[in-house]
């Protein structure tokens, strides 16, 4: 095992892919880090607004909220299982800043990595089926579509994580879908707030992402990875990021209306600053990571405020 300094810059070890072996197990901390867990509030904030979002209307239901958190656990573990392979096995993550990469830097083979995604998506699947069951069959098709979209980031002939398009289906899937569909299985429709509260998360996880992609602008762009930051340029990209922390704001504005209580998720505010402020002073490569926990926590943060406060009301 090579030291926490080489994996933060991303360096493998010198001779090891070049030799042709990879060692077949990484220890439990890899694989724990190679989840990303930074990314993960962008599971459970969806689910927590989408609840707060059943519990305003008298229809919260624990079990549903149970079972729709692991399917978004799940497919979160699961995109970054499938991202680290097939970044991996193209080279794009052979010289990174930031998480350690299992296949990028040889700790894994990319055969079990990709063992790894696969089951964390049967797992999103079994848990969505269950809830299908539960609710409405027609959701089937829903959760077909995300885990498609799940492997498809990186995983096909023509990724869209590669086309600028990685912003926009996080949007969608980890922003609308996953709270508007939490509300679903908990009141059996759709409300305007669980729309609005989607709207809120689905800015902050896309701004993970942006922080994620302007972190690695530089060895994406060498790498042929074209992303929204390589294709808007760092400049734009960082009044991308500043502008999906104003939209989530306005959100909150727009839902404060019918109860101030969600003002709670303000708690995020402080997070929100500092890491706007941090893109906005131009840092960047290792610099970035802070960033990225703290739009992550601002994340989390936001969406159990906004859930409490609709709860309390």
Known sequence: MWGATDRLQGHKRPGYAAAGWMRVVADLAQWIEGARPRTLPAAFAPVAAGSGAAAFIGSFRLGAALLALLVALALQVGVNYANDYSDGIR??????????????SGVAAPAAVRR???AAL??????????????SW????VGGAALIAAWAYTGTARPYGYRGLGEL????FFGLVAVCGTTYLQAGRITGISVLA???????????????NLRDTSTDRAAGKRTLAVRLGDT???????????????????????TVLVLLALLAAPLQIRSCQAVLARVRGAALIPVLRDTGLAE???????????WLA
């Open 198 to 212: 989607g709207v809120g998360v689905g800015a902050l996880a896309c701004a993970i992402l942006v922080a994620n």
């Open 300 to 310: 989390l943060l936001w969406g159990a405020g906004l859930a409490l406060g609709l």
């Open 122 to 135: 049967l797992v999103a699947a079994a848990a969505g089926a269950i809830l299908s069951a539960l609710t």
């Open 91 to 104: 080279g794009t993550d052979s010289d990174r800043v930031g998480p350690l990469r299992l296949v990028g």
């Open 116 to 118: 790894a995604a696969v």
């Open 236 to 258: 734009r990209t960082r009044w991308l990021y500043v502008s999906l922390h104003l939209l989530a704001l306005l959100v909150l504005a727009a839902v404060a209306t019918q």
């Open 169 to 172: 289906f996080v949007f969608v």
């Open 138 to 141: 027609w959701l089937l098709l």
